[in-house]
């Protein structure tokens, strides 16, 4: 299998799990990126199962349209069942980074809405530690130079991600060489530099449940709990 049918095979997984969840009433959170367009796809043949869903991109929504599923604003509804989107990289305590396909503001939103984030990840993504995929960091443009001297000042690298405008018309900064030991802490940090939107670290709202292929097949994985 290579790795487009894997993606396949875990967006027709996911839309499996969360069957539990549709009702005429109930909205689901929908991420971006290739994964995610399976799941998309897969969703197509149940669409009248559920009210309709709140996109994470344009790109998203538009697909989202093209099946025939109603698309709402996040404005317009009070609770999200679930939430489902791929990542750059997880790791065991379900962190994440995302960010590939410069949606993460709008992925962060969603998901922090929804009750239940469910992770939809090949196992190219699996990582032992977050960092070996450069961190997305969305700035305003006029601040893109500050926050990057202050990002050199964390020990990263910063590299503006060229010919790419967000979907709230900002730019990204994809950002090598740092050491992620701590997710949560590095995601609150950033966060409070000046000029910057969202950075991609997935650490205060981590993954609930992961669908990941392990030796061809969808394994389940619940995110472990602290001890
Ligand atoms: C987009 C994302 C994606 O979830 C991430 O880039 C994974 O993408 P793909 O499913 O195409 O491998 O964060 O901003």
New binding site residues.
Partial sequence: MNQDEI?RLLGAAAADYIDPWLQVDAYIGV???????HFIDALASVRHRFAGAVA??IASADRLRSHGITVVELNDVSYLTVYV????EICPEFS?????????TR?KIVASAADQFVC???SS?WVEQLGAFPL?IEVIPMARSLVARQLVGLGGTPVLRENIKTDNGNEILDVHDLNITDPAQLEAQINQIAGVVTN?LFAKRPADVLLMDVDGVVGTQRRPVKT
Avoid at 31 to 37: I, K, M, P, R
Avoid at 96 to 104: E, F, H, T
């Fill in positions: 993606k991420g971006t990126g290739s994964t995610a367009n994470s991109s989107d791929g990542a750059d994440m980074i995302k960010g590939g396909g410069a949606a993460l992925e939809i990840a090949d993504k997305p991609g």
